[in-house]
């Protein structure tokens, strides 16, 4: 009897510390925010709250979980580097438009509307800087085609 609830036991604690850890991967690293201006081809511009993604954790976890993103919200994942660039939309519940922005800040390329959950790989499709997710159909919705450009100031890290 006595060992019947030593494996209960521990079997409780393996299921809480189970829980607990889903529970912050699903909450992810901390992101500084900032905003993000965007210059249409037409020349109108928006400005957009991002959350920037620049080390390999915050890039790795993006979006995922996320369940609501604000219509003038995104994320902008910083590379450091300019290189093809591959992205998929694990563990990510909301459809999403990225924009692949080159080292010239210009966009490049748009994947429009992306599937939620797919592990379809969404190529850059040459070597980008960044690239911005915002809610998809947001980039046809404000006019933002390839050409358009993108105003980048690193927001002051919360650390500092």
């Known amino acids: 009897m006595v060992s019947i609830i030593r494996i209960l036991k521990s079997a409780f604690v393996a ?37 920037w993604a620049t080390n390999p954790e915050q890039r790795e976890h993006g979006l995922m979980f996320r369940e609501d993103l604000g219509e003038d919200q995104g994320m902008l ?23 692949f922005i080159g080292e010239d800040r210009r966009v490049s390329r748009i994947a429009h509307r992306t599937t939620p959950f797919s592990e379809t790989i969404v190529s850059s499709g040459g070597p980008v800087h960044y690239v911005l997710e915002i809610r998809g159909g947001r980039a046809a919705a404000l006019g933002i085609t390839e050409g358009a450009t993108v105003e980048i100031v690193p927001p002051r890290s919360s650390s500092q």
């Open 15 to 51: 299921l809480f510390l189970f829980a607990l850890a889903a529970s912050a991967s699903a909450e992810g690293p901390h992101f500084d925010r900032g905003p993000l201006t965007i210059r249409t081809v037409g020349g109108a511009e928006h400005i957009l709250d991002v959350e």
């Open 77 to 99: 994942f910083d590379f450091g580097v300019t290189r093809d660039v591959m992205m998929w939309m694990k563990n990510t519940p909301l459809s999403l438009d990225m924009l």
